[in-house]
């Protein structure tokens, strides 16, 4: 069983790398196996709706994201993380959700009951809006999002400095736990 963690920051060692790294390490000594992927070098393109993917079966721009799509495709859990640009999740990010829901839509409905939810990183604000965003593609794509004792958001600026939000890695510590023995009990 595996959880694929996308980290949807163009810094690669940035904070919501750092984040997403933990939240894989906690995935792992939960006995799943855990596979980060980083947006970090990519640019992705918004859903240009052409609807191909109904008839290819992934989606057919030419960017990366048909090969992370078919990771997500093969797990059982996904896990999102965003930096908060400007009080949002960041465009990529949500251009890569919207992607991949409509291919899951488009065929077989792949994500049905794959277990995960969003993280977001931000210097100061802007999270709550930006979860918000990134659970409108769990939620219209029959997904199941566990909680935590707060909701899914850090703080950190510069690189490494989210490691002084304990409260915030403590947080995503038990939702990615949580990630992890749902997928269990599903199984
Ligand atoms: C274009 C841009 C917009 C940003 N907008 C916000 C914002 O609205 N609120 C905030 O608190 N931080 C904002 N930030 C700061 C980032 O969220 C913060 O540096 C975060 O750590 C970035 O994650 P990363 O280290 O993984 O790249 C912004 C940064 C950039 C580059």
New binding site residues.
């Given amino acids: 069983m595996r959880v694929v963690l996308l980290?949807?920051?163009?810094?690669p060692e940035?904070?919501?790398?750092?984040?997403v790294e933990e939240c894989a390490s906690v995935i792992r000594e939960q006995g799943l196996d855990a596979e980060v992927i980083s947006l970090a070098g990519m640019k992705i393109e918004s859903c240009t709706a052409c609807r191909r993917c109904a008839k290819e079966g992934n989606c057919v721009l030419d960017d990366g994201l048909a090969g992370i799509i078919d990771r997500i495709r093969d797990a059982e859990g996904f896990i999102v993380?965003s930096?908060?640009?400007?009080?949002?999740a960041?465009g990529d990010v949500m251009a890569a959700l919207q992607r991949n829901g409509m291919v899951s839509m488009s065929t077989s409905r792949f994500l049905s009951w794959k277990v995960g939810g969003p993280i977001a990183?931000?210097?100061?604000?802007?999270?709550t809006a930006a979860i918000q965003e990134m659970l409108m593609f769990f939620f219209i794509n029959n997904m199941i999002v566990p909680g935590s004792t707060y909701w899914n958001m850090l703080?950190?600026?510069?690189?490494g400095?989210?490691w002084k939000d304990v409260e915030g890695i403590t947080t995503v510590r038990l939702f990615s736990e949580n990630v992890a023995r749902l997928i269990r009990k599903i199984a």
Avoid at 83 to 88: N, S
Avoid at 155 to 159: D, Q
């Fill in positions: 980290s949807g920051s163009p810094r940035g904070n919501t790398f750092q984040v993380a930096p908060v640009y400007f009080g949002t960041r990183v931000a210097r100061r604000g802007g999270h703080f950190g600026k510069e690189p400095e989210v």
